[in-house]
Each structure stands twice: as C-alpha cells, then as structure tokens.
C-alpha cells in the first residue's frame, strides 16, 4: 500500500515557486503553527510572514519564505499564495542581516510613525528570511 500524499502549489505573486507531491507542509498561520498531512479537513487561512517547510515523499525537506499570504487546504491539496515567496536556499542571509539591522535603527531612531511602521513591517520580513534560511541550516546539520 501506498503512502497518501499531498499536491503542494506554493506560488507568489511573480510566479510559481513550487509544485509537487509531499507528505507534510508546515506553515505559520495567523492564529500559530500548521501541520497539513493528506485528509486535512478544508481550511482557508491567511498566513503570516515566515517560513513553509515541506516534507517530500522521499522524506527530504524544502523551505521556503513567504512575506505573508493565504493558505488553501483541500484533503489532497495544499496552496500557498504568497505575495512574496523564494526557497530559502536563495536568500542572501549577509543582506538580510544587514538589511535587518537598518530597520532595527530606524527603529531606535523613533522617526515618524509612518517610517516606524514601515521599518516594523520591514522588520518582520527580514526576521522571517533569517529564520528561514536558519531552518534550512538545521536541517542540512550546518551551523
């Protein structure tokens, strides 16, 4: 017998990031944490900015970042509508750092509440990336 598997689409607003079979997909909802396997019970949520790991079928692991989005969950179907997606092997972690580090003094300058808005929103983001490219990092073993 075989083992249930999930179609995962993960696309953002520019193009398709990923689309395949998986076991699991693990995303960050705006009420926390979701496990999706096969037979999921429908779901429509939208999704905080953050990291989605999937667990392919040969149990090896893809994660990507996403600025934010909606998630569609159907018993064999999983989408991820990310306004912004890239696979975390792709991020530049050197200019996400130092792009963090801008918006954390931008922060600290107390500029006008438009910019802190901004530079919190940007935060955010950046914090997302880094924590995605670490959770790539971890689970390759490196440090």
């Known amino acids: 017998m075989t083992t249930p598997t999930l179609r995962i689409e993960?696309?953002?607003?520019?193009?398709?990031?990923?689309?395949g079979e998986g076991r699991m997909v693990f995303v960050t909802g705006e009420m926390g944490e979701l496990g999706?396997?096969?037979g999921h019970?429908?779901?429509?949520t939208s999704l905080r900015a953050g990291h989605v790991r999937v667990i392919?079928?040969?149990d090896e692991e893809e994660v990507f970042y996403i600025s934010g989005g909606m998630l569609?969950?159907?018993?064999?179907v999983v989408s991820v509508l990310a306004d912004t997606a890239m696979r975390a092997a792709d991020?530049?972690?050197a200019s996400a750092i130092a792009a963090k580090e801008?918006?954390?003094?931008?922060?600290?300058g107390k500029v006008a509440k438009l910019d802190v808005a901004r530079a919190t929103a940007e935060?955010?983001?950046?914090t997302a990336q880094i924590n995605a490219v670490h959770q790539l990092k971890k689970r390759a073993g490196v440090k």
């Open 10 to 19: 993960i696309v953002s607003a520019e193009k398709q990031i990923f689309s």
């Open 36 to 38: 999706i396997a096969p």
């Open 41 to 44: 019970s429908q779901l429509l």
């Open 56 to 58: 392919l079928k040969n």
């Open 72 to 76: 569609e969950v159907q018993p064999y």
């Open 91 to 93: 991020i530049d972690e």
């Open 102 to 108: 801008q918006a954390e003094k931008s922060l600290a």
């Open 123 to 126: 935060l955010a983001e950046l």
